[in-house]
């Protein structure tokens, strides 16, 4: 399985020195305390095998065992495992127990502890020596041995409890281990949160407050977005010097051409220039277009660098601004609103782009391919609740087919390619829009023209 998060790798690393470390914890305990527990038992079978110095005497020059209140529990672990015992004297002959248990290999006379089996059990065994008064002075051996019952039996239940406990203190460890996980990537999440919120425009320092072990990524996150925003601002000075450069020239076309036709006698050579003063017209239009087209790409847009406006003052301008252009087409232009101040972040020239392709766009294509439009162009300013507002213009024309509404804010996209225009119009409106994380819906009128409505959100007042 692929690690693709530091908190995978974080778990893996903390879980697999813990997978290694607790079963060699295991193995360890396991070797402690086999060798702890032998050497008790051992201890126990040394003192129930010394018991037997107390009960062997000599009389009239023989060995004699008094067993009769010898209890043969006291001899090792307390009824835990099965106890055996042989005694021989010198000369080997048995005086007590079994004859079939076996001595050890090694012949000495020191105490000497040994495994062996006998009837099928594995044992424990202890010879040892003891001397008794005869004549010839000769030791009595004495082998006592226990089953490995008991031995095993302590320490499984040894193991198991530490089995039981480490097991507990690994998931405590985990538990502990996440915990501090979740809290040492909180100032990361806390800047993924503080990106995620914002706008994919706001280009606007990281402020979130962060161990210093992360301000290094922050500085350089906010490095990164002041280069973005400086080539952000040339490209928008490269777009205005196109702006001018190309205005200027096409402009000096277009008065050429007009003086020219005034001077010219020639009825042929004054449709030429009529022809070159046209289509100097469309292209200082399509010129605009595209200028207005590149400056409002959402991706050269510095939403930190909007202020709050007054969205009603901008659209009363750009309405009187247009006034005299609609007029002049027999048009009418109606500006609704309640004459409250509707505070949104925005900037004003590209707001007044927006509303001015709207009305022209309304004022050249609401009559058709066919006819001139000479109804009511309504735009209309209405707060609908307490975050937003709409701004929308509409007019009694012929509308858009719905298959073609998906369209309309394509690049250079035109319903009918015989008509006047860059086809950006809607484009530009719809950059803005977006630009300004307002909402672009596009249909149909009451009266079955078009209707385009842009949904600004208010700005937050501060308090």
Same mark, same amino acid.
């Given at each position: ?10 778990? @893996? ?15 360890? #305990? ?19 095998? #010394?018991?037997?110095?107390? *009960?062997?005497? @000599? ?67 202890? !010879?040892?020596?003891?001397?008794? =008064? ?11 041995? $226990?089953?490995? $019952? ?9 193991? #198991? ?36 919120? !914002?706008?994919?425009?706001?280009? %606007?320092?990281?402020? $979130? ?17 002041? !280069? ?22 096409? /402009? &000096? ?20 220039? *009529?022809?070159? *003063? ?12 595209? =200028? ?20 009603? &003052? ?7 601004? =247009? ?8 048009? $009418? ?28 766009? +309304? ?37 858009? +087919?719905?298959? &073609?509404?998906?369209? @309309?804010?394509? !690049? ?9 225009? %860059? ?29 385009? /409505? @842009? ?9």
């Amino acid at each position: 399985m692929a690690l693709n998060s530091v908190r995978s790798h974080l778990i @893996v690393w903390i879980m697999l020195p813990l997978a290694i470390l607790i079963p060699l914890s295991l193995y360890a #305990s396991h070797l402690v305390l086999t060798h702890r527990i032998d050497q008790s038992f051992d201890g126990m079978l040394r003192m129930g095998a #010394s018991r037997f110095e107390e *009960r062997i005497y @000599v009389a009239d020059g023989e060995i004699r065992i008094n067993l009769h209140y010898l209890s043969v529990n006291s001899l090792g672990t307390g009824g835990q495992g099965k106890l055996f015992y042989r005694i021989r004297d010198a000369q080997g002959r048995l005086l007590a127990g079994f004859e079939g248990l076996q001595g050890p290999e090694a012949n000495t006379e020191a105490d000497h502890f040994y495994d062996t089996t006998f009837a099928g059990t594995d044992l424990r065994a202890l !010879r040892l020596y003891i001397p008794v =008064l005869r004549a010839d002075g000769s030791p009595v051996e004495v082998i006592v041995a $226990e089953s490995r $019952e008991g031995r095993r039996n302590l320490l499984q239940e040894f193991m #198991s409890n530490l089995l039981v406990i480490n097991l507990a203190l690994g998931f405590s460890m985990l538990i502990i281990a996440l915990f501090a996980i979740h809290k040492g990537l909180s100032p990361l999440k806390r800047i993924e949160k503080a990106l995620h919120r !914002r706008s994919a425009h706001d280009l %606007s320092p990281v402020l $979130e407050r962060v161990p210093k072990e992360v301000t290094t990524l922050v500085d350089s996150i906010n490095k990164l977005m002041v !280069r973005i925003r400086k080539n952000m601002q040339h490209i928008q000075q490269f777009n205005a010097d196109v702006s001018h450069q190309l205005r200027t020239p096409i /402009s &000096e076309i277009q008065v050429l051409a007009e003086i020219s036709e005034r001077q010219c006698q020639d009825p042929a050579l004054r449709e030429h220039l *009529r022809a070159i *003063r046209n289509t100097t017209e469309y292209a200082t239009h399509t010129t605009q277009q595209l =200028l207005k087209y590149a400056k409002t790409k959402s991706d050269l847009v510095d939403i930190s660098a909007l202020d709050i406006h007054d969205l009603q &003052e901008i659209c009363r301008d750009a309405c009187a601004r =247009l006034l005299n252009r609609i007029h002049n087409r027999e048009q $009418e232009l109606e500006f609704i609103t309640d004459d409250a101040v509707l505070a949104v972040r925005c900037d004003p020239i590209m707001v007044q782009w927006l509303l001015t392709n709207l009305i022209d766009n +309304a004022s050249m294509h609401a009559g058709g391919p066919t006819s001139p439009y000479r109804g009511v162009i309504r735009v209309q300013l209405q707060r609908q609740d307490e975050s937003n507002v709409c701004l929308s213009v509409e007019d009694d024309g012929v509308g858009i +087919a719905q298959e &073609e509404i998906t369209h @309309v804010t394509d !690049r250079f996209y035109r319903i009918n390619r015989d008509e006047k225009g %860059s086809g950006l119009g809607l484009s530009i409106v719809s950059q803005v829009a977006q630009s300004h994380s307002a909402r672009l819906d596009i249909g149909k009128s009451e009266t079955g023209g078009l209707r385009v /409505s @842009v949904h600004f959100p208010l700005a937050r007042r501060t308090r």
